[in-house]
């Protein structure tokens, strides 16, 4: 069982999202909006696995603050501790934020509306230390 933050800014993908790693054991242990909270829930609650939309580029969903975005949010968390385990889960699959977040050092880049399984072996095979597949 993994211990899961979820970062997006919809309640609908945070609730599908825990209803999901529920059913196959995991624990979410915090949802948050924006990536100021994502970083600061991190800290408090040291995670597993982070899984993270693509927050602050100007969307109109977030309303925290804009000066921080994931990739931002990716090289703090991974500052602080080099074993965090990011997986980016978005709906923005456009072929610069893959780059920059497997750069900045995201483990992960999901597309959502890909399968429950595919989640969850992605977050497995993190844990277990394998390369997944993008």
Known sequence: ??????????????????????????????????????????????????????????????????DIDTFDTIKILLKEDRNANIIVLTATPKEEYIKKALIFGAKGFLVKGVSNEKIVSTIDDILRKKKPSI
């Open 1 to 66: 069982m993994a211990t899961i933050l979820i970062a997006d800014d919809m309640l609908t993908v945070q609730h599908n999202l825990t209803f999901i790693l529920q059913h196959f054991e995991h624990k979410v242990v915090a949802k948050v909006s924006n990536c100021t909270d994502a970083i600061l829930k991190y800290r408090e609650l040291k995670p597993d696995i982070v899984l993270i939309d693509i927050l602050g580029m100007n969307s109109f969903f977030e309303e925290a603050n804009k």
